[in-house]
């Protein structure tokens, strides 16, 4: 191995322990035209060790908005950060307009214990934008969203399905506001389910403040996922070249079809307990009475057989087969109607039809009407 190549292969501590530790994100304090790796401080540990979230900005040397991204709130659902790796090595300073923030794992310790919820065992998804004082989930959320988020322009909030699950690339989003669509669309997913942010969401905390967030769920949790990773950083790419931030270049490639528009989405739920198995795949598209799953008891005694409710596809479902009653099955998006997607185009300036050829982007983006 060369000289070189071994400064490379340094301790990881070696990498990280200049990073500058903050209190907050202060853009303004930061260098035009360079990525500034920080450690933002949030909350202590019952040893008073800060407990942060590390954060890349990379921002232009011209003035623009501020887009944010987030990843692993769910500290198990990992495809989002190489998506922020790969964007961050793609994204050119100089020609950059604002400022890209990338929460690269906004709970790290849960990232760190491999699982869903915070330290102490609440899901942060649930409960933003927390509380100033509370316990320590409700001021880390708080924090989080005092100190990082709400300098936001835009947000791309980075999940997968939860452990036991696996999802479709989707999106969640509230298709009633025009640049909210348009960045759902862009995306380019399989699937876009209509959601209005109501849940007590990072998207929610955000959207509140009458800014375009979307959810992305970029398929399975615990995994690195190569062509779910890739499609997303490409319809990143797209989003930021839409709102002017970033310039791309005339590509001929094909683009992904069009996503499957949803007017909503809900879980099939187990009626008993046994064990499950899911019949269709995540993006299949399923009709009312069709078989969906299969239930046995502990010695392989058929115990319930589920169909599909009505017309739909599957958004993502359980991969776990040990169900109790209640158990979460198969999500299912309702299609929208001829009469909605009509609806969709007139707000978002979308068209379902057809894709635009030799406009700039990462690859050819879906064809934009006047808004």
Same mark, same amino acid.
């Given at each position: 191995?060369?000289?070189?190549?071994k400064?490379?292969?340094?301790?990881?501590?070696?990498?990280v322990?200049?990073?500058?530790?903050?209190?907050? %994100?202060?853009?303004?304090?930061?260098?035009?035209?360079?990525?500034?790796?920080?450690?933002?401080?949030?909350?202590?540990?019952?040893?008073?060790?800060?407990?942060?979230?590390?954060?890349?900005?990379?921002?232009?040397?011209?003035?623009?908005?501020?887009?944010?991204?987030?990843?692993? %709130?769910?500290?198990?659902?990992?495809?989002?950060?190489?998506?922020?790796?790969?964007? !961050?090595?793609?994204?050119?300073?100089?020609?950059?307009?604002?400022?890209?923030?990338?929460v690269?794992?906004?709970?790290?310790?849960?990232?760190?214990?491999?699982?869903?919820?915070f330290t102490?065992?609440?899901?942060?998804?649930?409960i933003?934008?927390?509380?100033?004082?509370?316990?320590?989930?409700?001021?880390?959320?708080?924090? !989080?969203?005092?100190?990082?988020?709400?300098?936001?322009?835009?947000?791309v909030?980075?999940?997968?399905?939860?452990?036991?699950?696996?999802? +479709?690339?989707?999106?969640?989003?509230?298709?009633s506001?025009?640049?909210?669509?348009?960045?759902?669309? %862009?995306?380019? /997913?399989?699937?876009?389910?209509?959601?209005?942010?109501?849940d007590?969401t990072?998207?929610?905390?955000?959207a509140?403040?009458?800014?375009?967030?979307?959810?992305?769920?970029?398929?399975?949790?615990?995994?690195f996922?190569?062509?779910?990773?890739?499609?997303?950083?490409?319809?990143?790419?797209?989003?930021?070249n839409?709102?002017?931030?970033?310039?791309?270049?005339?590509?001929? +490639?094909?683009?992904?079809?069009?996503?499957?528009?949803?007017?909503?989405?809900?879980?099939?739920? +187990?009626?008993?307990g046994?064990?499950?198995?899911?019949?269709?795949?995540?993006?299949?598209?399923?009709?009312?009475?069709?078989?969906?799953?299969?239930q046995?008891?502990?010695?392989?005694?058929?115990?319930?057989?589920?169909?599909?409710?009505?017309?739909g596809?599957?958004?993502?479902?359980?991969?776990? /087969?040990?169900?109790?009653?209640?158990e979460?099955?198969?999500?299912?998006?309702?299609?929208?109607?001829?009469?909605?997607?009509?609806?969709?185009?007139?707000?978002?300036?979308c068209?379902?039809?057809?894709?635009?050829?030799?406009?700039?982007?990462?690859?050819?983006?879906?064809?934009?009407?006047?808004?």
């Amino acid at each position: 191995m060369s000289e070189a190549n071994k400064a490379a292969f340094v301790s990881g501590y070696e990498n990280v322990k200049s990073v500058q530790r903050v209190d907050a %994100l202060e853009i303004e304090n930061l260098p035009r035209g360079e990525f500034s790796r920080l450690f933002i401080e949030l909350v202590e540990n019952g040893i008073g060790r800060p407990i942060q979230a590390p954060v890349v900005v990379a921002r232009g040397k011209k003035d623009g908005p501020i887009f944010g991204i987030t990843a692993a %709130l769910h500290g198990n659902e990992l495809n989002g950060i190489p998506v922020i790796h790969q964007l !961050l090595k793609k994204i050119n300073l100089k020609a950059l307009s604002g400022s890209v923030v990338c929460v690269v794992a906004a709970n790290m310790p849960g990232l760190l214990a491999q699982q869903r919820e915070f330290t102490d065992g609440v899901d942060l998804n649930h409960i933003m934008p927390g509380k100033p004082y509370g316990k320590l989930s409700d001021v880390y959320a708080n924090r !989080l969203v005092d100190r990082i988020t709400s300098n936001f322009d835009y947000l791309v909030d980075l999940h997968t399905a939860s452990q036991g699950r696996v999802n +479709s690339l989707y999106v969640r989003a509230d298709l009633s506001q025009p640049m909210t669509a348009q960045m759902a669309f %862009l995306l380019r /997913p399989q699937i876009i389910v209509h959601n209005p942010p109501s849940d007590y969401t990072l998207r929610g905390s955000v959207a509140e403040n009458g800014k375009p967030a979307i959810t992305v769920e970029v398929c399975d949790p615990a995994r690195f996922q190569r062509d779910p990773i890739k499609r997303t950083l490409q319809g990143i790419r797209r989003i930021l070249n839409h709102v002017g931030m970033t310039k791309g270049r005339p590509q001929t +490639s094909r683009a992904p079809k069009p996503p499957v528009l949803c007017s909503k989405s809900y879980w099939v739920l +187990s009626e008993r307990g046994g064990m499950i198995q899911v019949l269709p795949r995540a993006a299949d598209y399923i009709t009312k009475d069709q078989a969906i799953a299969s239930q046995v008891n502990i010695f392989g005694d058929v115990v319930h057989e589920y169909v599909a409710p009505e017309d739909g596809i599957v958004i993502g479902h359980a991969t776990n /087969p040990v169900g109790q009653t209640g158990e979460r099955i198969l999500h299912l998006g309702r299609l929208m109607t001829a009469e909605q997607k009509i609806k969709f185009e007139k707000v978002s300036g979308c068209s379902l039809e057809g894709i635009a050829k030799d406009q700039p982007g990462d690859q050819d983006v879906p064809s934009l009407k006047p808004v």
